[in-house]
């Protein structure tokens, strides 16, 4: 009865250290990809900008066909 106690005591203790372990590596990926968020934004802006822009369209000459 004492090793089931001691048993689920340690598990716990190792649980929450695993725990605050992986904590730190999810905080750490979520600001990396806040900060590929924020950029992808940015390039997204600025494509729409450059887009929104009039572009000189090449004049088509007409051409016609001379009948023999």
Sequence with gaps: MI???????VGFVVGILVGRNNAAKV???VEDSVEL??????EIAE????????????TK???????K
């Design 3 to 9: 090793t089931l106690i001691v048993t689920f005591v």
């Design 27 to 29: 905080n750490r990926a």
């Design 37 to 42: 968020y924020e950029k992808a934004q940015a």
């Design 47 to 58: 494509l729409k900008a450059k887009a929104k822009k009039p572009t000189k369209k090449a």
């Design 61 to 67: 000459k007409a051409t016609k066909k001379t009948a």
